[in-house]
């Protein structure tokens, strides 16, 4: 699915060197590794403050903390993505409620939120999956109704643009950044950061990841340890003058997926291409393929076939929250949210990295035509 080796290869020096210079100077916690690569992040991604925290997952939770979600409180989202998303929501004692999502973009559909919105929602949070912007103007527009906050978990989707040209993480109060080394900007283990506009949010996420201290052994508030390593700032700081580069790579392997599949007629056997919402309409939204997925026939036995090929692909994701163990308690039930039920069945990620060649985007999609 991904080679980490060849994309590390060209700047392995300079990541050794940035460590080294860590290393020297001494200052692993915050510091000017940190701010140094939330100034270029920041700047990178369009939005007036970026946090530096410790994952992408602690984005999320530091997010709904500064929002003061707590229990009794319900978090609109999707069934479908990465734990996570409806993870945080219940940590914190709060609720998720979940709206069922798009069927050719898997993402949150504004269509069904309304029907799921109550007096106790303090929050909505829809996921850019796969690395495309959900359709935000409609959401927005309903938050902005009933004047509750949007957080957008936008941790598969540095860099992606919405199709009025805004950038993933910077259209809700808050928008969470992932850099797991599997992300389109990753780093050399776990690290994240948090997107906002408001001067006033940032001062509380900051405050937040630090224990809810300003100085040290005095807390204004409960906070928690979401401290960006400056080993992983220092990486970071390397890698992202090449994130625009590599999103475009993605897109060209996209493209040329999109042909071979369609060569070979596969199509026409019942594979979906991914769909980049309005495409046909004059104004395309900037998807940065941090996933390639189709929705295929028989899903799980091609996903063998493929492994017996030695073709890296994978499920994301099996199972909505709503059939979770974890979130039986919530009454949800099979058929309540079918197109996420669908969706968990049919879709497989293709390897899509940058260093992948057209050699080995060939040879996997033959391996995909001859199980056909």
Same mark, same amino acid.
């Given at each position: 699915?991904?080679?980490?080796?060849?994309?590390?290869?060209?700047?392995?020096?300079?990541?050794?060197?940035?460590?080294?210079?860590?290393?020297?100077?001494?200052?692993?916690?915050?510091?000017? %590794?940190? %701010?140094?690569?939330?100034?270029?992040?920041?700047?990178?991604?369009?939005?007036?403050?970026?946090?530096?925290?410790?994952?992408?997952?602690?984005?999320?939770?530091?997010?709904?903390?500064?929002?003061?979600?707590?229990?009794?409180?319900?978090?609109?989202?999707?069934?479908?993505?990465?734990?996570?998303t409806a993870g945080v929501v219940a940590r914190?004692?709060?609720?998720?409620?979940?709206?069922?999502?798009?069927?050719?973009?898997?993402?949150?559909?504004?269509?069904?939120?309304?029907?799921?919105?109550?007096?106790?929602?303090?929050?909505?949070?829809?996921?850019?999956?796969?690395?495309?912007?959900?359709?935000?103007?409609?959401?927005?527009?309903?938050?902005?109704?009933?004047?509750?906050?949007?957080?957008?978990?936008?941790?598969?989707?540095?860099?992606?643009?919405?199709?009025?040209?805004?950038?993933?993480?910077?259209?809700?109060?808050?928008?969470?950044?992932?850099?797991?080394?599997?992300?389109?900007?990753?780093?050399?283990?776990?690290?994240?950061?948090?997107?906002?506009?408001?001067?006033?949010?940032?001062?509380?996420?900051?405050?937040?990841?630090?224990?809810?201290?300003?100085?040290?052994?005095?807390?204004?508030?409960?906070?928690?340890?979401?401290?960006?390593?400056?080993?992983?700032?220092?990486?970071?700081?390397?890698?992202?003058?090449?994130?625009?580069?590599?999103?475009?790579?993605?897109?060209?392997?996209?493209?040329?997926?999109?042909?071979?599949?369609?060569?070979?007629?596969?199509?026409?056997?019942?594979?979906?291409?991914?769909?980049?919402?309005?495409?046909?309409?004059?104004?395309?939204?900037?998807?940065?393929?941090?996933?390639?997925?189709?929705?295929?026939?028989?899903?799980?036995?091609?996903?063998?076939?493929?492994?017996?090929?030695?073709?890296?692909?994978?499920?994301?994701?099996?199972?909505?929250?709503?059939l979770q163990e974890c979130f039986a308690s919530?009454?949800?039930?099979?058929?309540?949210?079918?197109?996420?039920?669908?969706?968990?069945?049919?879709?497989?990620?293709?390897?899509?990295?940058?260093?992948?060649?057209?050699?080995?985007?060939?040879?996997?999609?033959?391996?995909?035509?001859?199980?056909?």
């Amino acid at each position: 699915m991904l080679d980490l080796q060849a994309h590390h290869a060209p700047f392995r020096g300079d990541l050794v060197k940035a460590l080294a210079r860590v290393v020297d100077h001494g200052q692993f916690v915050l510091g000017p %590794e940190v %701010e140094s690569f939330e100034a270029s992040l920041a700047e990178a991604c369009g939005a007036a403050h970026a946090i530096g925290v410790t994952s992408g997952t602690d984005a999320l939770l530091v997010s709904l903390m500064a929002l003061g979600i707590g229990p009794g409180d319900e978090v609109v989202t999707t069934p479908f993505s990465f734990f996570a998303t409806a993870g945080v929501v219940a940590r914190l004692g709060a609720k998720p409620v979940f709206a069922d999502i798009d069927p050719v973009t898997c993402n949150l559909d504004p269509a069904n939120i309304e029907a799921v919105i109550t007096p106790r929602t303090k929050a909505i949070l829809p996921v850019h999956l796969y690395g495309q912007c959900a359709d935000m103007a409609p959401l927005l527009e309903i938050a902005a109704k009933r004047s509750i906050p949007v957080v957008e978990d936008a941790c598969q989707a540095i860099g992606a643009e919405y199709r009025d040209g805004r950038r993933a993480g910077t259209m809700g109060a808050l928008g969470c950044l992932s850099f797991y080394p599997t992300k389109n900007l990753g780093a050399l283990g776990d690290a994240g950061a948090v997107l906002t506009m408001d001067s006033g949010l940032a001062a509380k996420v900051r405050l937040l990841r630090n224990h809810g201290a300003e100085r040290q052994y005095y807390h204004k508030v409960i906070g928690g340890n979401f401290r960006l390593s400056a080993l992983q700032a220092a990486a970071l700081n390397i890698k992202l003058p090449s994130l625009s580069g590599w999103s475009a790579a993605r897109r060209t392997n996209a493209q040329r997926y999109d042909a071979l599949i369609q060569e070979h007629r596969l199509v026409e056997k019942g594979v979906r291409l991914p769909y980049a919402a309005w495409k046909n309409s004059g104004r395309v939204n900037y998807h940065i393929y941090h996933q390639y997925v189709i929705r295929a026939p028989n899903r799980d036995l091609l996903r063998e076939h493929l492994t017996k090929k030695e073709v890296g692909c994978a499920v994301f994701y099996p199972l909505p929250f709503h059939l979770q163990e974890c979130f039986a308690s919530l009454g949800y039930k099979a058929g309540a949210f079918p197109e996420a039920e669908r969706a968990a069945r049919e879709v497989l990620a293709l390897p899509i990295y940058p260093e992948l060649t057209a050699d080995q985007q060939d040879w996997v999609v033959r391996s995909l035509a001859a199980f056909y």
